[in-house]
C-alpha cells in the first residue's frame, strides 16, 4: 500500500507538525508512506517537496491584500489558486491520499475537488474547520457551515463581494462525491461538527488522536532541566506556548492580564512566536521565544510546574499532548477538543469561565498539588494514544 500525506508544510504550525508525526508513524508501521509539500524543512528522503507555479512572494502579496481589503479574524482561507496536484506522479502512483492542511494557496478548491473524484481511496485529517465552512478555519460561535455560509462574521472588511457564500458553493459544486472521503479528526468536538455540517455531513467520520513520540517526549529531573535552561530553581514556573502566540485564537489578552498580576514566589515561561516585546511591567518572565530543538522544548515541559492555555479556538492541540508526555498539567479554558484531554485534578484542571480570574484560580490549584503525579498524568497519555491508531483505520477501510 503507497500512502501520500498531502500537507502546505512539513514542520511549520501545529497541523503541519501533527501530519508529520502521523506520517513517521505510518514508516515504523511498514506501510510505504510519502509526504508531500511545499515548504520542506525535513530532510527525510520520504518528504518530497512540489515546484509551484506560485512564488513565495506572490502568496505573500495575495495574502496582504486579502487581509487589507476583506480583514478577516482569525485564519481564513480563499482557496481559488493552487497547485495542480492531480498530475503530480507521487499522486498517481499512491493508492491512499490523505490531505492535512492544504491552504495558503497550496491547492484551490478545484484541485482539491479532482483528488476527491480520482476513484482513490481519500481521506482528509482535519485540523481544523475549514473543510467544511466557507472560509474560516474556526467558526467560533458561528453555525452557518450547517446549512450555508454567507455573510462570514469572521469578515469585517469588505462584504460584497460574499466570498464565504462564494468559495462554499463552490465547494458545493466541485467536491461532487465528497460523501465517499472518509474524514478523520483528532477529537470528538470536530468530528460532531463535521456530521452536522452541509458539506460533509454524510462521510463517514473517525477520530484519530495526534501522535507524539514518547520515547523523546518524556519526564526528565526538573532541576536538571532548568539548570540546562539557565531558569530559577526556587520559583514555581508557569509555562505559556504556542507556534503564533500573538493568534486571536491562543487568549493572549488573557496572558497580558495575567502578567500584569503580583505572583508571589511565582514566574512566568514563555515560548514562541511573539511579534511584539513584552510590557515593560513584566519583570518576572523568561521569553524563551522559538524552539525548533526538540530537546530543549522537552527540557522545557520538564522545568515547568504547569503548563496554561487560555484558548478561544483549538482542536486538539499538540501542546498538550507533549506536555502531557513530559508529566507536566495543564490549565486551560474548556474550548473545542481540549475538553477531552483534561481530566479535571488529575492531569490539570477546565476552569470554570473563560475569564482571568477563572486561569488564576486553575493555576492555584495545580501549584498545590491538587492534582496526580506527573507520572500517572503521562501514564494516562500513553493510554490514549494506543486507543486510536492511522494505520489501522486507512488499512481496514
Not at 26 to 32: C, F, Q, T
Not at 289 to 311: C, E, H, M, Q
Not at 338 to 367: H, R
Not at 376 to 396: S, V
Request: hydrophobic share 40%; proline share 4%; net charge positive.
Amino acid at each position: 500500500m503507497k500512502v501520500v500525506h498531502v500537507s502546505y508544510s512539513d514542520s511549520s504550525g501545529g497541523a503541519a507538525i501533527a501530519a508529520l508525526r502521523h506520517h513517521f508513524a505510518l514508516r515504523e508501521a511498514g506501510i510505504d508512506s510519502k509526504m508531500l509539500v511545499l515548504d520542506r524543512r525535513n530532510g527525510d528522503s520520504s518528504i518530497v517537496k512540489i515546484d509551484s507555479k506560485i512564488s513565495v512572494f506572490l502568496r505573500k502579496v495575495f495574502y496582504k491584500i486579502f487581509k487589507i481589503l476583506f480583514k478577516p479574524y482569525g485564519t481564513w482561507s480563499y482557496s481559488v489558486l493552487g497547485n495542480r496536484l492531480s498530475r503530480n506522479p507521487v499522486i498517481k502512483e499512491a493508492d491512499v491520499i490523505i490531505f492535512h492542511w492544504v491552504n495558503s494557496w497550496f491547492l484551490s478548491v478545484k484541485d482539491i475537488g479532482r483528488i476527491l473524484s480520482s476513484g482513490k481511496k481519500v481521506f482528509w485529517f482535519m485540523h481544523d474547520m475549514w473543510p467544511i465552512t466557507g472560509g474560516c478555519h474556526h467558526a467560533m460561535d458561528c453555525d452557518k457551515y450547517k446549512d450555508l455560509c454567507f455573510s462570514c462574521p469572521m469578515i469585517r472588511g469588505l462584504k460584497i463581494p460574499d466570498i464565504a457564500r462564494i468559495q462554499f458553493d463552490k465547494k458545493m459544486k466541485d467536491w461532487v462525491g465528497v460523501e465517499k472521503l472518509h474524514a478523520i479528526t483528532p477529537s470528538r468536538w470536530l468530528a460532531d461538527r463535521i456530521k452536522e455540517s452541509r458539506l460533509m455531513g454524510n462521510c463517514p467520520v473517525s477520530v484519530v488522536r495526534n501522535k507524539i513520540d514518547t520515547g523523546k517526549f518524556d519526564i526528565r529531573n526538573k532541576q536538571e532541566a532548568r539548570m540546562r535552561l539557565g531558569l530559577p530553581l526556587d520559583k514555581k514556573l508557569v509555562l505559556f506556548g504556542a507556534e503564533t502566540i500573538s493568534s486571536p485564537y491562543k487568549g493572549w489578552k488573557y496572558i497580558d492580564e495575567i502578567l500584569k498580576r503580583h505572583h508571589e514566589g511565582v514566574e512566568f515561561v514563555i515560548y514562541g512566536g511573539l511579534k511584539s516585546k513584552l510590557p515593560n511591567y513584566v519583570s518576572k518572565v523568561h521569553n524563551m521565544g522559538r524552539i525548533s530543538d526538540p530537546d530543549k522544548l522537552v527540557d522545557l515541559y520538564n522545568a515547568a510546574d504547569v503548563f496554561i492555555t487560555p484558548t478561544l479556538a483549538d482542536n486538539y492541540p499538540n501542546v498538550i499532548v507533549e506536555a502531557q508526555a513530559c508529566g507536566l498539567p495543564t490549565v486551560s479554558f474548556p474550548t473545542g477538543g481540549v475538553v477531552e484531554m483534561i481530566v479535571d485534578g488529575i492531569n490539570g484542571c477546565l476552569t470554570k469561565e473563560k475569564t482571568v480570574d477563572s486561569m488564576l484560580e486553575g493555576i492555584e490549584k495545580v501549584l498545590n498539588d491538587k492534582i496526580s503525579s506527573r507520572e500517572k498524568i503521562r501514564e494516562l497519555l500513553l493510554e490514549e494514544q494506543k486507543k486510536y491508531d492511522l494505520a489501522g483505520l486507512i488499512q481496514l477501510v
